[in-house]
Structures are given as C-alpha cells and as structure tokens.
C-alpha cells in the first residue's frame, strides 16, 4: 500500500514538473519528506524552493532579468533531481523487489579503482584467449575454464555496477569510454554493460549516462552500435517530459537524425518495438492454429517426407510436389508454415512460446545472462557442453550465426544440446547448417541492395531479448514493463521536429500500424501527415481508421473529403454510403449506393446494400425487387434468401414468405430464421407450428426467453400488420412458456 502511494504522489510531482508547476511540486515533497522522516533532503528542498520565491518576487517586481528563463529551467531541473533522490531514497527503504534487494547488498567498485579494474581485466586476455578452450583436452582446459568463468564474472560485476549506479562521476565516465574502446576486451561484454547503463537509465535519470549511450552510437561495433541506441529510444520515450528541460540531449538527437542512415536506423527500430505488441497474438495463433495441425501428421511426419534425404539436398526455393500428399490430412499446415515463414523473416517474434520452457537452466538464474549477447566460447557454454565433440561444436557455431534467433533463445538452444539423442543432432546440424548458408547467401546480396540489413537484425535480437527479460523472467512483475508501453513515438516532444522533418519515415511508422490493424495509432499519423500534405489516399486511410473504430461521422468527414480527388471512387462511395448506414441515414446511404450501382452494375453487394437501405427506410417492395435482383444474378445464393424471406412477410406475401425460409431451414438456420418462421406460421393461422419454431429458437440455439421477448416485442407491430390479433398474443407467449418447461 506504502509503495503505491508514493508512486502515486511521485507521479503527481513528475506531472506539476512538466506542467511547470512548481508550487503543488514543493508541497508534495515537502510531504513525502516530513511524512517518511527524509530529513536529510529538508535543507536542499528549503533552498529551492527559497529561490523559487524570490524569483517569483522579482518577476512580479516587474524586475528586468534576461537570464530569468535559464534561471527557471535551471530550477526545475533541480527540482527533477530532488524529486529522483527522495523517489530512489523511498525505493530503497520500502521496495521488495529484487532489485533493490541486489542493491542493498552490492558493494560497488569504489570509481577510484575502475582504472585498476580495467588493467586486471584486459591483463586476463594477455595470459590467455578464450578461442583456446575450443577443441583442446580436458585436462588443459581446467585451469583456463576456471579463469575465464573467473574473468566473466568480474564483467557481471561490472554489470551490476553500473545497474545500481544513480550518477555517473567523471572516473565512471573515463572508464566506460576507455573501456568501450578496449581492443581485448570482446564486443560480448561491452554490450552487456551498455545494457546496464540503459536499465540504469530506466531506473533513475541522468543526463551523463544518456551521453555515455550516444557515445557508444559512434562504435564500429554494431553490437554495442545497436544497443547503445536502443537504450536511447527507450530513455528518451520515458522521459520525454523532461527534454524540453535538456537541449543539450535533444541536440544530438537532432544532429544525429541528420544522417539518413541514423534516421533509417531509428525507423527500423521503433517499428521492432510496435512489433512486439503481435508477439502474443503471434504465439496464441501458433498455440490454436499451426500446433493442432502439426499433431495431426507428426507421427508419420518423418517417413513420409523421407526427412534424412531432404536434410542432404539442402533447402530450394521450390516446394517438394510431395508435400501436397503428406499434407493432405491438414491442407491448411504449408499455407500456415509459409505465413509463420513469412513473419519469422520479417523480424516477427515466432519462436517466444518454444523457448520460454528452456529459461529454467542454472544459466538464467543470474540476471545478467538474460541479456549477454551470444558467443559461442562463452565459458558458461564451455562448462556444460562437451566442445571437443565436433558435432556440438558445429552447432554451437550454426548458432552464432543465426539472425533468426535471440541471444536469450540461442543460450536455451545450446544448454538444451546435451538432451538430444546423437542421430538427431547430426540430422539437426545438417539442417540447421543448410538453412543458415542459403539464409546468409541471401543476405550478402540484400546488404547490398538494404544497407542496415545486419544492424536490423542485431536490434531485433536484442529487443527480443529484453522482451524475454520483461516478460518471462521469474522477477517480471518486479519491474515495470516497457512494453506494456504504448511506443507512441511520434506523439512525443523529442521526436517530433525529426519527424516532422522527414515525413518518410512517418509514413512508413503510420503503414506499419495500418498493416498490423492499430487503427487509433495509423489515424493519429496520418492526421500529422495531413497538415503537411493533402491527398485522396490519406483522407481514405485515415477514414478507413476511423471506421474501424466506430468513429464513423469523423470517418465520413474523411470520406468526403477524399472523394474530392477521384481516387478509386467506387470504392470510395461505398465507404460514404456505409458511413451513412451506420449514422441512421439510410436514404442518404441509398443516394451514395446508387451513385456506386451506375459505376459497377453487377456488384452483388451494392444490390445488397440498396435493398437494405429501402429495408430500412421501410419501402419493402423496392428491398424486394433489389433483392431478388440480386437472386437472379447470382442463383442458389443463399445470403439473399433471408432478407426476400422477410420483405415478402413484411408486404403480406406469407406464402412466398414462408418458401425462402423453409430454404434457410435446410441450411444451418440462425435463431432469428426461427423465429421468423414461427411469425410466418402464425401469420398462416399454423399456431402449433408457431410455437414449434418459437421453442426451436430459443431451444436450440442458446437463445435466452428474455432476449426472445425482447426480439419479439420489436416485431410484433409487423404481427399485428399481418393479422394477428392482439389479445391472442399474451395467450401465444405464455403457451410457450409451458412448452418450454417440458
């Protein structure tokens, strides 16, 4: 309870703060202050908010201060690092989590002696080099597995170090560069501590660490590259509020966006995080749709695809005509592999639900290994897979190379090797080794063509990665979870003036979103790309968006608007008329439908449409002749035959009335088809049969009485129409009540 009150109150001054409202700011800290007995930070609170009233004072002086703008933005930063101290100082001594636990307990390395630590680090590649632990016996291997477990664990320190630092010194700084730039030290570890910098960030804000991040952008290693600039996207998306307080950070944003690479990079990006959000759609459709039909021909599966020998040819771009007969139990598997195929290329997050049973190994219960990029030598490998075994060699190899799969997923992999039965290894290697070759084939000739190929990967990976660490980790609900995140990107202060300057990368952000069916975040886009630019293609996307939201009079507006431009009218036409429909005004709906009718006179749904536009403006003799208009084009359509079935009851024609339902009766009736027949029947003077399709309504179909009645009750003007006497119907429905009791 504790905790989520100062989260709360925490919050509230983080708000005031960048409303600039400093007033209501000061009262709350001053609060949690005297509340939790924070005395330690009562004098500097005192001082500020001293200075606050005597600027206050000399702004209503009406003094002339040209410096009183710094000034003020000087204050509220202090204000914002108060606000963090007293918020870490709260966590500290209130918070359960693991984190502040582990945090409690570390002793970090005194920054003095970061120097040293480096020198004993890089001192360890002098005596000896982790690709010699490959392939070399057992007994001379034991002394160097133990000092390179010894040498990795020295970097998890470093890690931590860095995780549980709230500011960096200038010794700190000196160090990441130096060590950033180490020719020894492997890129494995670099981007383990430039992980750490950036949760560090999450964790609590300063401004140095965000500049250690851009730093490390400039490394040739794509790695850290990558890393380094994930942690900014994330950093900045949080504390978006505080920018306009930070020039100095949104600057080298800025100056950074200049380079398109950058600005390519940073669309590639933004797209993996909006990804994520299909990861659990993704898994969930595998789980209903590819795993069921998987276990319908795995019994048989390897027999009858002969999988050694197709292990030995390699993979082909052609389908094997085999496939078409092994499928045959489940037509649908190959279209549904090819879509999941399809996905996994794209950089979708396929392979979560398979791996997320293989996060139980001793290796994942140090935190820091669920976001250590892979290398096959690392001595965690090393320790528990026989690598003199060339067969798990390979495949510790194969694995490295695999763009396809996470860091974290890749560990699983490897720590799962030593339970697969030998044959079933060498046929996975020889897969694995095939699939891997054509896969980087293809991709030195896309680098090429797509520059940025191999850092999309490296990114994706690690977002992955940290999506596994948020979401399957036994600590998860210890953390605030980014990517329960909206990654609303555009909307926020530091990446607007970039976006707003390349409209590219903004409207490749909005098709994204469009394609994936986040209709809310495509409108909002395409809504910023429409003050820069009108066209007919925006105002129908953005009208498409709003239908789908039921936002169907701003969807109109949009309608309208694009068909101004002539672009794909028909398509366009229907769109307004449907607009209309939805609104309730059925015979403007009916203007815009006959306007599409003259443009495509065969269109079965326009017919439809306009008979269901008289249907509604209640002129059933047009509906009727629309309808069956619609019949005669198309015979034995069986769509049409329930809306004939109910203008021929609603004009009288019982009989005909009766015939077309009788046809829907023979095929899968809905509960209303029933019903509607028991109106017929009744219409007919048949009460029995009446009250047999009424029972039948409500029986069979899991209909309720009093959704039933309520039904009925917005029918019965029509009964009433046809014949039928009022003071029967009270004796009709209690009738039913009996037959329905039996």
């Known amino acids: 309870m504790i905790k989520k009150e ?11 703060l960048s409303e600039r409202k400093l007033k209501p700011a000061f009262d709350l800290l001053g609060n949690l202050i005297t509340n939790y007995q924070l005395v330690q930070y009562a ?33 509220i930063v202090s204000v914002y690092v108060l606000a963090d101290k007293i918020y870490e100082a709260l966590r500290l001594k209130f918070s359960s989590s693991f984190l502040y636990q582990k945090k409690r307990n570390f002793q970090k390395l005194p920054p003095k002696d970061l120097n040293n630590y480096l020198a004993k680090l890089e001192d360890y590649y002098a005596q000896i080099e982790l690709e010699s632990l490959v392939n070399k016996p057992s007994d001379e291997t034991a002394n ?86 994930v942690g900014v996207l994330i950093n900045l998306y949080k504390y978006d509020n505080r920018m306009p307080f930070y020039p100095e950070i949104t600057g080298r944003l800025e100056i950074l966006s200049e380079n398109s690479g950058f600005k390519k990079n940073l669309e590639q990006i933004i797209i993996q995080f909006i990804r994520t959000r299909e990861t659990e759609k993704l898994q969930q459709k595998i789980k209903d749709e590819l795993i069921p039909e998987m276990i319908k021909i795995s019994p048989n599966l390897k027999n009858k695809i002969n999988l050694d020998s197709l292990m030995e040819e390699g993979l082909t771009d052609d389908k094997n005509p085999e496939w078409e007969e092994i499928f045959k139990d489940s037509p649908g598997l190959l279209d549904k592999m090819e879509e999941f195929s399809e996905l996994q290329m794209e950089g979708a997050d396929v392979f979560l639900s398979s791996f997320s ?8 219960t140090e935190t820091a290994n ?15 897979i026989d690598t003199t075994v060339a067969l798990n060699n390979n495949i510790l190899q194969t694995i490295h190379k695999a763009p396809i799969l996470c860091n974290s997923d890749k560990y699983s992999f490897c720590f799962s090797i030593n339970n697969i039965p030998e044959e079933n290894r060498e046929m996975m290697a020889a897969g694995m080794k095939a699939e891997m070759d054509q896969f980087n084939e293809i991709g030195k000739d896309e680098e090429l063509t797509k520059p940025g190929r191999n850092d999309g990967f490296i990114s994706n990976q690690y977002i992955q990665d940290l999506y596994r660490f948020y979401k399957i980790n036994p600590h998860k ?4 979870d980014v990517f329960e995140w909206r990654f609303d990107f555009y909307n926020k202060y530091t990446f607007q003036k970039i976006f707003r300057e390349e409209n590219k990368t903004l409207r490749n952000i909005a098709e994204f979103y469009f394609v994936k069916n986040y209709f809310s975040e495509a409108s909002e886009i395409y809504s910023f790309l429409l003050e820069e630019e009108k066209s007919g293609e925006l105002y129908q996307k953005i009208a498409f968006c709003y239908q789908k939201q039921g936002l169907y009079k701003k969807a109109l507006e949009a309608y309208l608007k694009a068909d101004l431009y002539e672009l794909n009218k028909l398509w366009n036409l229907k769109k307004i008329a449907l607009c209309y429909r939805n609104l309730k005004e059925p015979s403007k709906a009916l203007d815009y439908y006959q306007q599409a009718e003259k443009l495509d006179t065969k269109n079965l749904s326009i017919h439809l449409s306009i008979g269901h536009c008289y249907l509604e403006l209640k002129e059933y003799n047009e509906a009727l002749k629309c309808y ?41 009736p809905t509960k209303y088809d029933l019903m509607n027949m028991g ?64």
């Open 6 to 16: 100062i989260q709360l109150i925490i919050d509230e001054i983080y708000f005031c």
């Open 43 to 75: 004098d500097e609170c005192r001082n500020l908010e001293q200075t606050y009233h005597y600027m206050l004072q000399y702004t209503v002086d009406g003094a002339n201060d040209p410096e009183r703008q710094k000034v003020y933005r000087r204050l």
């Open 144 to 229: 160097e597995l133990k000092d390179a477990l010894e040498h990795q664990q020295q970097v998890v320190s470093l890690f931590y170090h860095f995780w549980f630092n709230d500011t960096l010194v200038n010794e700190e700084i000196r160090f990441l560069t130096d060590f950033f730039k180490s020719p020894v030290i492997i890129s494995a570890y670099k981007a383990l501590v430039i992980t750490a910098i950036s949760l560090s960030q999450l964790r609590y804000f300063d401004p140095k660490k965000k500049s250690v991040l851009f730093d490390a952008f400039e490394s040739d290693d794509p790695e850290i590259r990558q890393r380094s600039i």
């Open 357 to 364: 049973m293989l996060k139980s190994f001793p290796f994942f």
């Open 370 to 384: 669920w976001l250590i990029p892979y290398f096959p030598d690392n001595p965690e490998i090393i320790s528990a």
């Open 477 to 480: 609900a210890e953390m605030e």
């Open 628 to 668: 069956f208009k619609v019949e005669y084009l198309s015979p034995g359509n069986s769509k049409v035959w329930r809306p004939i079935g109910w203008c021929s009851f609603l004009t009288g024609k019982v009989e005909q009335a009766e015939k077309y339902f009788n046809k829907l009766l023979n095929d899968n």
């Open 679 to 742: 109106h017929v029947q009744w219409a007919l003077n048949n009460r029995k049969q009446a009250l047999y399709f009424y029972k039948q309504s409500i029986g069979k179909t899991g209909f309720s009485e009093v959704e039933f009645i309520n039904v009925f009750d917005e029918d019965l003007h029509h009964l009433l129409n046809q014949g039928i006497n009022n003071d029967d119907v009270p004796i009709m429905l209690d009738q039913l009540r009996y037959f329905l009791e039996e």
